[in-house]
């Protein structure tokens, strides 16, 4: 495995950012720019009307000349406004637009060309500002393979994507993106699958195992069965997820847009009284100006925008801001079993030998005599026999018996493993205690008699305990594990971790208990593997798929979906979620303290238009620098 990832690394540097610290890049462009425009606000605002620079330009250049100028400069902004005017909308330039009007009709041309400059120069900010946050989606959908090696006719030919044709085979080689979603056919190598689960250790595949498109074969070389092409495959859902959760409106974004249409009329009625009060055109002009909402705009979606693409990174799936704001509010988590907080699959966890026998010996014998046997339980004994690296026989003879288990001829002696069923006398107390632990038992018989007895479980995964710790830690008390699992079998685990447990239950059965919680008034989160869960998911606040790469059910049932099975995400997409939406209430914070303040100086004559138009344009870049904080990994 380590020469494997070693090889990986060597065959990724393609793929790779220059830089180790990409987000260090990233501050560096936000420090820089920010420095432009504030040395741009410096210079032009502050030393040219020191200078009387405006004066003399103004009294050298005719004002029509003026006009053209200032027509020309913000031509595209003017247009866009207007087009939004009739269709009835107010965008974030209507307010400096009508600014720019005031400044013309009182024959400060000048003025209004350093307001456009200024529209101008935030424009720019605003779209390096979504650029950036969008990055995640545009370096998600550079990594889709556009080419595949088909073989058609015994012949292998490379061709576009798209001529991979469901069923056909296609071949991946080292240091080649796995085209299409599908099942390997032949051939044994190393896959980096961070792209989609975001795991950073590359997994070694062979027959019979699923592959996704745009993951990385580092190693080896795979025949794969295509299964999924194009926009069906798990990589192609991920890119139209990551691209409909950035066009959401999270609930504090609608209070954003309510804001704006009420903004319009208060902004309007301080720069009517500053002039019916002061009777100052220049600073009725500067509070219009200086009143750009363009910032409180910005607040929300570019805070969400960041952590659905750092979330897509580490892969969680977030559907859209609103489900971050909901997780967020989040007090209740309820939390599915099987395949889940389980593994979903039995594993032998006890073994008991009795009568003098040895416990490998027990063990050994049980695996060769379930050696052609394709019951879920028997797959369990030969792997843990496999795992202990035991001698495994060929029986002589085979014969399963249902509803009892099955019986081999193996090394001359006549063994038997099935339930209780195939013993003559009552189970031993070690038997019972397995039993009242919630354990499947199978029974060993040597030659008719007792050998042992092997304990099997759904067992716990390992990050299961420290993730429900951090779960409290964070403040979430109220957790429910719900289960089809009988009472025995399910109470142990719930003991475990110190969660209430409601075992037996149905799928319906599931949903009421979700409506239980939401008609007391609490934000109820649900977490499941996606099948059966399906309708809990749908119905919580926020569900959330455990495991979904792949799982076309998980995906669409759940509003966030975790691409790898492991618990430690769940915690996570919470950190997440918490920490987006304390960027986002400190964005508007900002945004209505400085407004009110530029308002306040604009009104009282101490901030003239210039200044004002200068001055809007420093609460986007205070929002890019803080909203970047959420590409950083904690």
Known sequence: MERAAKNCAANCTCDTPKSDHPQRGFTRQVLTLFALVFGAILFVAVVGEWLGLFKAVSARVPWFLGLVIVLAGGYPIFLNVLRAAVRGKITSHTLMTLGVIAALAIGEWTTAAIVVFFMRMGEYAESFTLERARSAVKNLTAMTPLLARIIVDGDEREAPVSEALLGLTVVARPGEK????????????????????????????????????????????????????????????????????????????????????????????????????????????????????????????????????????????????????SLARADTILIDKTGTLTLGRPELTDVVPLNGYGEQEILSLAASAERYSEHPLADAIRKEAHRRNLPAYEPDRFQATPGMGIEARVNGMTVAVGNRRLLDRPAVEVAEELEAAGKTLLFVLLN?????????????????????????????????????????????????????????????????????????????????????????????????????????????????????????????????????????????????????????LAALGFLPPVLAAAAQSLPDLGILANSSRLLRSR
């Open 178 to 325: 796995i085209p299409v979603d599908g099942e390997v056919l032949a051939g044994h190598g190393t896959v980096d699958q961070s792209t989609i689960t975001g795991e950073s250790m590359p997994i070694e595949m062979g027959p019979g195992a699923k592959v996704f498109a745009a993951t990385l074969l580092c190693a080896g070389s795979l025949r794969i069965r295509v299964t999924h092409t194009g926009p069906d495959t798990t990589f192609g859902r991920i890119i139209k997820m990551v691209e409909e959760a950035e066009a959401h409106r999270a609930d504090v974004q609608r209070i954003a847009d309510r804001f704006s249409a009420y903004y319009l009329p208060v902004v309007t009625g301080v720069a009517a009284l500053t002039f019916l009060i002061r009777h100052d055109p220049l600073a009725t002009a500067a509070v219009l100006v200086v009143a750009c909402s363009c910032s409180f705009a910005l607040a929300t979606p570019i805070a969400m925008i960041a952590s659905i693409g750092a979330g897509a990174k580490k892969g969680l799936l977030i559907k859209g801001g609103k489900y971050l704001e």
């Open 448 to 600: 008719g008699a007792p050998a042992g007895i092997l304990g099997c479980a759904d067992t716990l995964r390992p990050e299961v305990p420290e993730a429900v710790a951090a779960l409290r830690k964070m403040g979430i008390e109220q957790m429910e594990l719900l289960t089809g699992d009988n009472e025995q079998t399910a109470a142990p685990l719930g003991q475990a971790l110190e969660i209430p447990c409601r075992s037996n239950l149905l799928p319906e059965e599931k949903i009421s208990i979700v409506k239980e919680y939401q008609s007391k008034g609490h934000t109820v989160v649900m977490v499941g593997d996606g099948v059966n869960d399906a309708p809990a998911l749908a119905q919580a606040d926020v569900g959330v798929a455990m495991g979904a790469a792949g799982t076309d059910i998980a995906v669409e049932a759940a509003r966030i979906a975790l691409m790898r099975e492991d618990w430690t995400l769940v915690p996570e997409v919470l950190r997440i979620a918490r920490r987006t939406m304390g960027v986002v209430k400190l964005n508007i914070a900002f945004t209505v303290v400085y407004n009110a303040v530029g308002l306040t």
